[in-house]
């Protein structure tokens, strides 16, 4: 069975840190780009950081450049996300999703097709 699963979202408090993680299981993540995605209540789901199968190019949204870290580990087929000074504006449900590349669209990067979806985390940071 195709799955991915996140998990290390949390609620923490201005400035803090989290980091997130997205294991796959029934695919290898070397075959695809991954994104990660977040949604907050009432707003459209927007690219967060998105990673290159073809040469691990790593890609961030101008909000969140600086502050988060996409690495991978392709022993355990997961990718992370480190998040640290975060805002209360990162507050989200964050998903990550497999694809064939990354693209750039309007300020953020996201996959060209969505080929698996995860079920979300939520990361949510207090004032």
């Known amino acids: 069975e195709v799955q991915l699963v996140e998990s290390g979202g949390g609620s923490v408090q201005a400035g803090g840190s989290l980091r997130l993680s997205c294991a796959a299981s029934?695919?290898?993540?070397?075959?695809?780009?991954i994104g990660w995605f977040r949604q907050a209540p009432g707003k459209e789901r927007e690219g967060v950081s998105c990673i290159e199968s073809s040469d691990g190019s790593t890609y961030y949204a101008d909000s969140v450049k600086g502050r988060f870290t996409f690495s991978s580990d392709n022993a355990k087929n997961t990718v992370y996300l480190q998040m640290n000074s975060l805002k209360p504006e990162d507050t989200a449900v964050y998903s990550c999703?497999?694809?064939?590349?990354?693209?750039?669209?309007?300020?953020?990067?996201?996959?060209?097709?969505?080929?698996?979806w995860g079920q979300g985390t939520q990361v949510t940071v207090s004032s």
């Open positions: 999703a497999a694809g064939q590349e990354c693209i750039y669209y309007s300020g953020r990067y996201y996959l060209d097709e969505y080929n698996y």
């Open positions: 029934g695919f290898t993540f070397d075959d695809y780009a």
